[in-house]
């Protein structure tokens, strides 16, 4: 403002004096009861109240529409700062947890019917792998959100204030104001690209609620199954219901609800600030909070939760899983592939022999397979990745 002549240097000192005292009084705090028609207008009649008449000059060269925008983006940006340090510490939790299960041999499965030998801590493996993606899908777009600030857009085309826009954007933490005031006003990718990230990590803590109510059922009881997150029958006083990730389960549908709402709003508006766009504030805000909960109840229950490893061993046994490791041997001692794959299924349709089966998850060579030194390793690189912040992931295999 002072930089484009509103405002004098000693109507500057005041505004920075009463912004001070604003802060002290309110930050962390809700806002107080007023007849003020919104915040801005409140923040307005504050200044004013407090630095005469330099806090009447205050909404010079902005509107509503461009500060709800700003605003917005940095509720956002703080956001996924946050749900980028809540999925770091699940993935972390989830990794030492793969390495803890990774000698856990249980069968792996495909159509939900038993498939192939793997290893408990491969499966938890799977899910950290999963969020580390999410989580770096974030910081690009966290880093995407802080690249341009609407503040300056003015209602719809900017003003003819000579207000200079890179100043606010520099002193607000964005790199440069934003190249379109129609654009600023009218859009809110970012809600939506938040929106979809979060029905994203629904999907997988969907996912993880599946199976861990899979793994825990009467005949396969692979879980010790955490009592503080189960409930018995009102009526059957045998059962032990695993009712937290059923609750998770369920729960996660409204953060891909809250995306398609967001995307309904959004649909065939006109270029321009609507009212509709308002509609969109209590979406981002109640899946946050949503998003929050179920991360912080994921992460409660998997320090919690053990397997059975006798129950483990028992359901080897089962669906010859063995089968495609003895058709690998049969491969690497000369048969070709199809007639190897023939021989194998042949043998186990005429007499399946369980004794038969070839179970050794360590003869896995592949990179990012089912072999428990492989899982302890990327499990390593992982965490190791955490704690530098850095992404990748080595492409060469190496003993445990």
């Not at 923040?43 to 509107?63: C, N, P, V």
């Not at 703080?78 to 041999?105: F, I, P, Q, T, Y």
């Not at 046994?317 to 199809?338: C, D, F, K, S, Y």
């Amino acid at each position: 403002m002072q930089a484009a002549g509103i405002f004098s240097a000693e109507e500057l000192a005041a505004i920075e004096r009463a912004l001070a005292v604003v802060e002290e009084r309110y930050a962390g705090s809700p806002c107080p009861q007023s007849e003020a028609e919104d915040l801005h207008t409140w923040m307005e009649a504050a200044l004013t109240e407090l630095a005469g008449e330099a806090g009447r000059k205050i909404h010079t060269a902005r509107s509503r529409n461009d500060q709800v925008a700003t605003l917005l983006k940095m509720y956002l940006i703080d956001c996924g700062r946050h749900l980028g340090a809540v999925l770091s510490g699940l993935m972390k939790l989830l990794c030492e947890r793969a390495r803890e299960w990774s000698e856990l041999v249980f069968p792996l499965q495909t159509h939900t019917q038993f498939a192939a030998p793997g290893n408990v801590g491969f499966w938890a493996l799977r899910y950290a792998t999963a969020f580390d993606r999410v989580r770096h899908h974030l910081a690009f777009c966290v880093s995407q959100w802080q690249q341009y600030c609407p503040l300056g857009s003015g209602a719809v085309a900017g003003s003819s204030i000579p207000i200079d826009r890179r100043i606010q954007a520099t002193e607000m933490g964005f790199s440069a104001p934003s190249l379109n005031a129609l654009d600023s006003t009218s859009t809110r990718d970012e809600c939506l690209e938040f929106l979809a990230l979060a029905t994203q990590i629904g999907l997988h803590l969907q996912s993880l609620a599946a199976d861990v109510i899979a793994f825990s059922q009467s005949p396969l009881r692979w879980t010790v199954y955490p009592r503080d997150f189960a409930t018995g029958s009102s009526m059957m006083p045998n059962k032990s219901n695993p009712d937290a990730l059923e609750l998770l389960r369920g729960e996660a549908n409204v953060l891909a609800a809250a995306y398609q709402q967001a995307v309904l709003i959004l649909k065939g508006l006109p270029s321009g600030y609507s009212r509709d766009l308002q509609c969109i504030k209590p979406v981002v805000h109640s899946t946050a909070d949503k998003l929050a909960e179920l991360c912080s109840l994921a992460t409660a229950f998997l320090e919690r939760l053990n397997f059975d490893a006798e129950r483990l061993r028992a359901s080897l046994a089962l669906g010859n899983i063995g089968a495609t490791r003895r058709m690998e041997r049969l491969v690497l001692e000369g048969t070709p592939l199809r007639q190897a794959h023939f021989a194998v299924a042949s043998d186990d349709a005429a007499a399946p022999d369980p004794r038969a089966n070839d179970l050794d998850c360590a003869a896995y060579q592949t990179i990012g397979s089912a072999s428990p030194a492989e899982t302890r390793r990327i499990a390593g690189e992982l965490l190791a990745s955490l704690e530098s912040e850095t992404p990748t992931i080595s492409a060469s295999a190496s003993t445990d």
